[in-house]
């Protein structure tokens, strides 16, 4: 078959798999160890040892806040007024709050409502949309900062959600975690307009709803694993299907914020689609898993190391790769001007080359 041919059959073939999702707001500096807390807030004593959810909820709730926006929009029938609702998770006591980039998008007011029943104005101190985390500032100290674990949840363990979903303020729902490294592309975010792809998110069957973004995925020790981003609605056949960014990504991301108001992405300069075991083995080939290079952008990064349209990228450094969102996952971990090894198939060939990885143009 010309390998041209195969690569634009392949892509069509990976690109039928189609699932709607919509996000989940709803309309109506010092070291990093020092920003949040060390240790998660202790379950109130009321609790039963027996209620592993209530215990999580007691310790989670009081660093959990609900995000009120306001923005103004001009219109074709002219200038409009909109509300929103969503979540947000403390970060540092002194002020500082995760939330979702779409929560706060365009917003010309944000005021956030705590559990202790206060209220405050925040302003938007950045907001990344390609990872979809924003940070806001409040102007209080001694706010009661959540404790935020940055490894991976085991598959199956429990999970406890809580957000402001419909403006329900401190809602808690609860499940387990369902799987991990999954991927959302833009086609199917619905209300969150995400590009490129939500990737390496966790994914859980606690309740998520419109207005919980931004609110916190919890485990069983009151520790943050994610911040809710989306779920995919009833009306798709999907039943509890839900998605958050993990810990670290969202530390990650925060922490640039906070420090330059910017994120600087690591760009390779290449489109991707995703290769699974059925597609190779329709189309014969040597793997069946990877990212397939369906373009490569004259003078990028990946152009210059000399990759190429057709290739299959099968790991970055010491990490597998099995899918895009695999790549663009643990390039996350890397900054502008660092240099990686990609592990390439290339026909019936292995390759490797060295990628210095440029700045994403705005």
Do not use: W
């Not at 989670?60 to 995000?67: A, G, H, Y």
């Not at 365009?106 to 938007?124: L, P």
């Not at 966790?202 to 309740?207: C, L």
């Not at 709803?209 to 779920?231: C, F, H, Q």
Request: net charge negative; aromatic share 4%; proline share 7%.
């Amino acid at each position: 078959m010309n390998p041209r041919f195969r690569a634009y059959s392949l892509l069509a073939v990976v690109a039928l798999a189609a699932v709607l999702l919509v996000g989940c707001s709803e309309e109506k500096p010092g070291p990093r160890e020092e920003n949040v807390a060390q240790a998660p807030a202790q379950a109130s004593q009321r609790v039963p040892g027996d209620e592993p959810v209530a215990q999580v909820a007691s310790q989670i709730e009081p660093s959990v806040v609900q995000v009120n926006v306001e923005a103004i929009q001009t219109t074709p029938f002219g200038t409009q007024r909109g509300e929103g609702v969503g979540s947000g998770v403390i970060y540092r006591e002194d002020g500082y709050i995760i939330t979702n980039n779409h929560v706060v998008e365009g917003a010309n007011e944000v005021n956030i409502a705590f559990a202790d029943g206060t209220t405050a104005r925040a302003k938007v101190v950045g907001h990344d949309p390609r990872t979809e985390i924003a940070v806001v500032r409040v102007n209080r100290d001694d706010l009661p900062a959540a404790s935020f674990n940055q490894e991976d949840p085991l598959i199956g363990q429990l999970a406890v959600a809580v957000g402001s979903p419909s403006g329900f303020e401190s809602t808690v729902t609860s499940g387990v975690i369902s799987g991990l490294n999954r991927e959302v592309s833009p086609q199917l975010t619905g209300g969150v307009d995400q590009d490129p792809s939500l990737v390496d998110l966790i994914q859980t069957d606690a309740a998520i709803s419109p207005g919980s973004s931004g609110g916190a995925l919890a485990n069983r020790d009151g520790e943050v694993v994610g911040i809710n981003v989306a779920y995919l609605p009833p009306e798709t056949g999907a039943e509890s299907i839900g998605f958050a960014i993990p810990a670290r990504t969202a530390i990650t991301v925060a922490d640039q914020l906070i420090e330059t108001g910017e994120v600087l992405s690591p760009y390779l300069g290449v489109a991707l689609a995703d290769l699974n075991p059925a597609t190779a083995e329709q189309f014969g080939l040597e793997v069946d898993s990877g990212a397939i290079v369906t373009e490569v952008g004259p003078g990028t990064p990946a152009d210059e190391a000399g990759l190429r349209r057709e290739d299959i990228i099968v790991g970055l450094d010491d990490t597998p790769i099995e899918s895009s969102g695999d790549l663009l996952g643990a390039l996350r971990d890397y900054q502008p001007g660092d240099t990686v090894q990609l592990k390439i198939v290339r026909g019936d060939d292995e390759r490797t080359f060295d990628v210095t990885l440029d700045e994403r143009p705005q």
